[in-house]
């Protein structure tokens, strides 16, 4: 659910959230981590949200498009995955600057786990929020 009053965060330090998420992202996976481009986005498009048949309240922090990993069975020429970070979705959710941060974190690593092919469980699992 939306807040009443949004914080707002400047696009650089946006961008330097998205690096520090980046850099977060635990070694093993990130070593692994080819082919794939990070974009900010205000906000899911019409296309997205009905792509993921979401209702008019929930709210989408990131979204990973793309071949996960184990389902490309060696092939090597795709399109390059796309992890698309949503910054008015978050300024809208959170109340502080360091909750954007924190969440900038959770959701990149969420995306990139969608990558490796990871379900919710295991994501959890390995973020420490199971």
């Not at 986005?41 to 990993?69: A, C, I, M, S, W």
């Not at 909750?99 to 959701?107: N, S």
């Not at 490796?116 to 390995?126: N, Q, V």
């Amino acid at each position: 659910m939306y807040n009443k009053t949004m914080v707002q965060v400047s696009d650089e330090q946006f961008g330097k959230f998205i690096e520090e998420g980046i850099a977060a992202i635990p070694p093993l996976y990130q070593q692994y981590l080819k082919n794939v481009a990070f974009i900010v986005e205000d906000l899911p498009t019409p296309q997205q949200r009905q792509k993921l048949n979401l209702y008019p309240n929930e709210v989408l922090f990131g979204l990973y498009e793309g071949v996960p990993l184990p389902r490309r069975n060696g092939t090597l020429k795709l399109l390059p995955d796309k992890i698309t970070i949503f910054k008015q979705s978050m300024e809208q959710y959170c109340k502080t600057e360091e909750e954007v941060r924190e969440q900038v974190r959770h959701t990149i690593w969420h995306e990139v786990a969608h990558y490796y092919g990871l379900d919710h469980k295991r994501i959890h699992e390995l973020d420490g929020t199971s």
